[in-house]
């Protein structure tokens, strides 16, 4: 699959003497699209292998994931169930629109409460769903798991060796471990979390082999799905500016984090960046609704 590498050309580039260039991973599907396709693309093969005939996962209510999988699902013959985190959703989901969509792609879904949520890898948990729902291949929440990293070593390419920084959003640490993994030594791996929190570390390492990585943690913008003003006006300004569009939850604030580093002085001038855009857009509605509420911009779609 040949992805493309998109030049970006903006003032503050040649300012600093930085090449950017951006991944258009988002562009592989509009659901499946970006590190999503990457992480179930060996997962659906397992289950196939392995005769299974629905795919169990996690998420919660404006989850890429949950959205990936039902239309995954519905066009490789899998039925889907979701387990979403908030009990109070199963009045709602209709109102949802990332869960509206995940279910008129097939997926069922189980609603459990945040603190039984907490236990959903146990086995306890999980045997209770198989008397519900019978057997199933279990996908974990974001996809993260052996056979996911290696859909995400598949990111990069041999043309990408050029470049001296890899960066990209972090939310589970899957997609990340990949890119380490497939990266050569001399390049350096940027991941800015979208969430708070010093665990992702530990996460990462189950799965990475190199240590030519760092995490920047300062763009989280508070945690999981928090927005602010500038954050929403940096986004509009880039689509704009660019044609790129991102998201709010992950990819947003990577560009955000990157660009304010680029202001910084952080990379040297000649330095060639390559950013990984993980696609997520199904997301930016339910976000406006969101925003609409709090009397903030919305995002241009």
Sequence with gaps: MQVLNQQINLPLLQEKGISLSVKREDAIHPLISGNKYRKLKYNLLE???QNFKTLLTFGGAYSNHIAATAYAGKIHGFKTIGVIRGEELKEKWLDNPTLFQANKNGMTFHFTNRQSYQLKESESFLNRLRLKFGSFFVIPEGGTNSLAIKGCEEILTENDKEFNFISCCVG????????INSSNSNQRILGFPALQGDFLKDDIRKFAQNENWELISDYHFGGYAKV???LVCFMNDFRSET?????????????????DRITKDYFLPG??????????LQGIIGMNSILKKK???LLDL
Aim: hydrophobic share 40%; aromatic share 10%.
């Design 172 to 179: 589970t640490g899957g997609t990340i471990a990949g890119l």
């Design 295 to 297: 009397n903030l911009p």
């Design 47 to 49: 289950a196939k292998r």
């Design 271 to 280: 330095t060639k960046v390559l950013a990984i855009h993980t696609g997520g």
């Design 243 to 259: 044609g790129i569009i991102i998201d709010p939850i992950y990819t947003g604030k990577m560009f955000y984090g990157l660009f």
């Design 228 to 230: 602010d003003k500038s």
